[in-house]
């Protein structure tokens, strides 16, 4: 990994930061209970500390750290698709989709599987702000259905190669789960890596976590799979290990830690 020492900085500061924060929330937390107790009466074993609240405008160090690190390339991005129209029986389309060789944009259940309009637009503002930041891809690879092939195509010119155990595992049989994740790993794991350059897997939540440790050997991410649409894993290969380091749970996480504005120089208006 570039920038080891950098790295192994950061994890010993994440880690500090955690201790400390953590013992500050627990004294803190401690006497709140205790001042409960005596002003009501009751002994400190009846109140519960409540867990502390992040708010969603503080800064987050480890997604500057990642998204500085995609800039450096020899990464996998796993990337979970721009907005659909929300169907309940989606995943039954998707099967239809796959099984009957369709495209499903020229179907008539096309918003069940495709992406809306605002979508394509997120899509699209996607590959430009990876583009804006100096984030590239070398190679990408795909899910068959029609809302990662969009964005794919939106986001990074083209389709690449279409993986279909990339496809969720909603829309497939329980089992045929095994096999899916066992071809995910072999495509991520033989994916060539340019160095300067990452790999984009272009898909959809319920494909890393829900098959256990199939695909990923080890994760430093809580919750891997729950993304809102546009959120992305970062991954590493490391001696023959895929590694999940950092998920940036909404694509804005990542925009808020990586582009920098300027201020607009002010005018004084002369009457």
Not at 30 to 38: K, V
Not at 56 to 70: I, M, N, Q, S, V
């Amino acid at each position: 990994m570039k920038n080891s020492d950098d790295y192994n900085l950061y994890v010993r500061k994440r880690k500090l930061r955690k201790k400390v924060v953590g013992s500050v929330f627990i004294g803190v937390a401690a006497l709140s209970i205790y001042a409960a107790g005596t002003l009501h009466g009751k002994s400190t074993s009846e109140h519960v500390a409540a867990e502390p609240v992040k708010s969603r405008y503080e800064r987050d160090p480890e997604h500057e750290f990642w998204a500085k690190r995609l800039q450096e390339g020899s990464l996998i991005v796993h990337i979970r698709h721009a907005q659909r129209e929300k169907w309940n029986d989606v995943t039954a389309f998707d099967a239809l989709e796959l099984a009957k060789g369709l495209s499903a944009e020229h179907e008539s259940f096309s918003r069940a599987t495709c992406l809306t309009e605002q979508g394509v637009e997120e899509a699209k503002m996607i590959g430009q702000v990876f583009e804006m930041t100096g984030v590239e891809f070398s190679s990408i690879y795909t899910s068959p259905s029609c809302r990662a092939r969009q964005t794919s195509e939106e986001a990074f010119g083209n389709v690449g190669t279409i993986v279909n155990s990339l496809l969720h595992r909603t829309a497939i049989m329980d089992e045929q789960h095994e096999v899916f994740a066992h071809d995910l790993r072999e495509a991520m794991m033989n994916a060539e890596i340019v160095p300067g350059k990452n790999v984009v897997f272009s898909g959809h939540g319920g494909t890393l976590e829900r098959d256990g440790n199939l695909v990923i050997d080890v994760s430093e991410v809580e919750n891997i799979d729950d993304r809102q649409e546009g959120g992305f894993v970062v991954i590493e290969r490391v001696d023959g290990k895929l590694i999940a380091r950092h998920k940036f749970e909404s694509f804005h996480d990542y925009s808020n830690a990586t582009v920098s504005l300027k201020l607009n120089k002010t005018i004084p208006v002369v009457n």
